[in-house]
C-alpha cells in the first residue's frame, strides 16, 4: 500500500445537488390564453335574476312542511322551519334554527381549516347590512 495522501474524490453527493441546482429546465405553458377576458353577465344582469327568482319564490313559493328530510336539511343550513314564507326561511347567520356555535365547534375540534362560505341569496335584506350582521354573529360565535 503506498502511504501517498491520496487526492480528493471528484463528485459524490454535494457534486450531484450541485449539477441539479445549476440545471435549468424550460417550462412551457400547457394552455396559452388566446381570448381577452370578458364578462359573462353584468351586475345588473345579475340583480335582474336575482329579482326574478325572488318574485318566483314569493308568488309561487316551495312548500317543504311535508318533508321532513328537506326541513332536516333547511334547519342544519340556518333556516327558521317554523316560516311561513321564503323571507322566513332564509334566515341571516346567527338567526334561524341553526346552532353557528356547535357548527363552529365542532368544525375547531376536527381542526377544519378550510374555506367557509356565506349564503347570501335570498335573505330580504340589504348586502351590506347582511354581510354586516352576518360577520357579527361570526365573531360573537367564535368568541372573537
Known sequence: MSNAPRGRRSGGS???QALRA???TEVRTFLTRTMAP???????????????????LA????????YPSALTLLADAGADVDGEDWAKLI?????????????LKV?????FE?????????????????????????????GR
Request: charged share 20%.
Open 59 to 66: 308568488e309561487m313559493g316551495i312548500d317543504f312542511r311535508d
Open 14 to 16: 454535494a457534486a450531484r
Open 91 to 103: 334566515q341571516p347567520l346567527g338567526s334561524g334554527d341553526h346552532d353557528l356555535g356547535g357548527l
Open 114 to 142: 378550510g374555506p367557509v362560505g356565506l349564503q347570501a341569496y335570498g335573505v330580504g335584506l340589504p348586502a351590506s347590512v347582511h354581510l354586516r350582521a352576518s360577520m357579527g354573529a361570526w365573531r360573537a360565535a367564535h
Open 22 to 24: 445549476e440545471a435549468s
Open 38 to 56: 370578458f364578462e359573462v353577465l353584468s351586475v345588473e344582469g345579475l340583480e335582474t335574476i336575482e329579482h326574478n327568482a325572488d318574485t318566483i
Open 107 to 111: 368544525l375547531d375540534e376536527v381542526g
